[in-house]
């Protein structure tokens, strides 16, 4: 608001202020929202599989706290990711789960997406390759 009314006063021009403290609003929204990604994971009983629970916004900003929060080192025939309480909102976030599952999936694992609501879903078929065929090619070619 602040800055609003210093544009506003310095420029004469209203429109050139809220403009610039809309912008302003955005950028530092964003920021706030980017960190409310939450990524909790269990090991099952036997080693052989984990599982991925995500909760919060995916997009462009929340990405990297999302790719970090994956271990591909470890050995496990099976990761299920749960997506129940995530929304997925960008093609940065689809991108991101491609990546997690080809990198899982390169290193033997049987992956599964779950939970994802309606929307997310929508997007991540319109968007994704990790289920489609070209995906092994892709995933040869890397």
Do not use: C, P
């Not at 706290?65 to 994956?70: E, G, K, N, S, V």
């Not at 491609?98 to 999936?105: L, S």
């Not at 997406?113 to 078929?125: D, F, I, P, Y």
């Not at 289920?131 to 890397?142: C, I």
Request: no cysteine; hydrophobic share 50%.
């Amino acid at each position: 608001m602040v800055t609003t009314v210093f544009v506003t006063v310095f420029s004469h021009n209203l429109a050139l202020g809220v403009v610039v403290g809309i912008v302003l609003s955005t950028v530092f929204f964003s920021r706030k929202i980017a960190k409310v990604v939450f990524v909790d994971s269990v090991l099952g009983a036997d080693k052989t599989y984990r599982i991925y629970s995500i909760a919060g916004q995916l997009f462009f900003l929340s990405i990297d706290d999302f790719l970090a929060a994956f271990d591909f080192q470890e050995d496990l025939e099976r990761v299920k990711i749960d997506l129940t309480h995530a929304h997925i909102w960008d093609q940065a976030a689809v991108a991101a789960i491609h990546k997690v599952v080809i990198k899982f999936r390169r290193h033997g694992a049987e992956v599964d997406l779950v939970g994802l609501n309606e929307a997310s879903a929508t997007l991540l078929n319109k968007l994704g390759v990790h289920n489609k065929s070209e995906a092994l090619d892709k995933l040869a070619s890397h």
